[in-house]
């Protein structure tokens, strides 16, 4: 568990408008949670997104939006459930999931996409 206590408080994942999403997502790795607060599962998940944050801090991107405040982006990848999480590559979208998972199948996912990354 020393881990754990090892999380930064301040990194916490970043919060993403329809007018700032492009931008964010363009380089990299950046793995979005599209979520909002009457959701219920969406605050199940929310702890572990905001570990995520700290333990991918510098391979992967954390980020988060909200739905009813963002409808243009919702639109444009056709979330229809939530939560999702989209993991996008330099801007483009290369996996997603739906609903809540656990800890272990997000870091997965995670896992595979930066290892490919590290090894190109």
Known sequence: MPRRQAYSRSMKP???TDSTFKDEIGQGLTL???WAPW???CRII???IEELASQYEGRVKIAKLNVDENPVTQGQYRVMSIPTLILFKDGQPV???VGAQPKRAFEA????H???IASA
């Open 14 to 16: 970043v919060e993403l």
């Open 32 to 34: 979005v949670d599209f």
């Open 39 to 41: 959701c219920g599962p």
């Open 46 to 48: 929310a702890p572990v």
């Open 95 to 97: 996996e997603g999931v």
């Open 109 to 112: 996912l995670l896992d595979k």
């Open 114 to 116: 930066s290892a490919e």
